[in-house]
């Protein structure tokens, strides 16, 4: 019977089987790695602004839907809710929790939403009592980035007719919301951005008797 030799190793026709096997299966997984790595770069941006434009539509709406009446006696200026094609702001409750922890409360506070051209992007000012519901010294943040102008857009509208119900209720929908109704808030908001459309209703707002 035959020994086997105690330094046996592979032959080199083994070796070369054993490199194109290895290198047969390198060359498939960095070819899956590659696509799917151009696939994230790809995919990821319209994710990112998706998520952006998601929490822009929540933000909104949270103010929206939490904007109210207000007059101030001192005040001859006094507006409720100033609306134009790129610009608009309100009064509104917004949830601030204490620093001692879990303690919420509501805060009355003057909140502005507006396009800025020079920076595209759109702008939430926010100004409270301290600041004297003042936009000048509102405290802002970019909430939207990378925005075109033309894609940006807010309409407003107030019931125009009453019917039954929420349903049959005709609505007039304008670009701006005139000087003689910034005592009232619109029934509902349109707000535009790319190809998202959202319609926001106000459950505060009142039918505003409108000049003729």
Same mark, same amino acid.
């Given at each position: 019977?035959? *020994? +086997? +030799?105690?330094n046996a190793?592979?032959?080199?026709i083994?070796l070369i089987i054993a490199i194109?096997?290895? *290198?047969i299966?390198a060359?498939s997984v960095?070819?899956v790695?590659?696509a799917g790595m151009k696939l994230? /770069?790809?995919?990821?941006p319209l994710?990112q602004a998706?998520?952006a434009? +998601?929490?822009?539509?929540d933000?909104?709406?949270k103010?929206?839907?939490n904007a109210?009446m207000?007059y101030?006696?001192?005040? !001859?200026d006094n507006?409720?809710f ?6 608009m *702001?309100f /009064?509104?409750? /917004?949830?601030v *929790?204490?620093?001692?922890g879990a303690?919420v409360?509501?805060?009355? %506070? !003057?909140?502005?939403?507006y396009?800025?051209?020079a920076?595209?992007?759109v ?6 009592k301290v600041?004297?519901?003042?936009? %000048?010294y509102?405290k802002g943040?970019d909430?939207?980035?990378?925005c075109?102008r033309? !894609? ?5 509208c107030?019931?125009d007719s009453?019917?039954?119900s929420?349903?049959?209720?005709s ?7 005139s000087e003689e ?6 029934r ?16 505060t707002?009142d039918?505003?008797?409108?000049k003729?």
């Open positions: 019977m035959r *020994s +086997r +030799r105690p190793g592979f032959t080199f083994e194109t096997i290895f *290198s299966i060359v960095y070819s790695f590659r994230w /770069m790809k995919t990821n994710i998706n998520q434009d +998601r929490f822009f539509f933000t909104i709406s103010d929206l839907k109210i207000y101030d006696s001192t005040n !001859k507006v409720n100033a609306g134009e094609p790129k610009k *702001s /009064m509104t409750l /917004m949830e *929790s204490a620093k001692e303690i409360y509501l805060e009355l %506070a !003057k909140v502005t939403y396009f800025d051209a920076t595209k992007t702008k939430r000012t926010v100004a409270t600041e004297g519901f003042d936009e %000048a509102a943040t909430i939207l980035t990378n075109d033309e !894609k940006i857009g807010f309409q407003y107030y019931k009453f019917g039954a929420e349903e049959t209720y609505y007039d929908w304008e670009d701006t919301w109704l910034k005592l009232k808030i619109p509902g908001v349109k707000v535009k951005v790319g190809s998202y459309t959202k319609t926001i209703f106000i459950p707002a039918k505003p008797e409108v003729k």
